[in-house]
């Protein structure tokens, strides 16, 4: 979702590959189509704002 506004539910930092792992938790029943899906990062490398 580029340009829109969107919240994350987890959101953890690897310490050692020095990357943020994004998680959104679903209340219905997961499809193909939702495989991958999700927030594009941020080119400086930050976190996404929420």
């Known amino acids: 979702m580029i ?3 969107f ?3 987890l959101l ?3 310490l050692k590959l020095h990357r ?3 998680f ?4 219905k029943d997961a499809h193909p189509e939702h495989i991958g899906k ?3 990062p941020n080119p400086d490398g ?5």
Do not use: M, N, Q, S
Request: zero cysteines; glycine letters at 12%.
């Open 7 to 9: 919240r994350i539910d």
């Open 46 to 50: 930050r976190p996404p704002t929420a």
């Open 20 to 22: 943020y792992f994004v």
């Open 12 to 14: 953890f930092y690897h």
């Open 38 to 40: 999700g927030v594009e």
């Open 3 to 5: 340009g829109g506004e």
């Open 24 to 27: 959104e938790l679903k209340t």
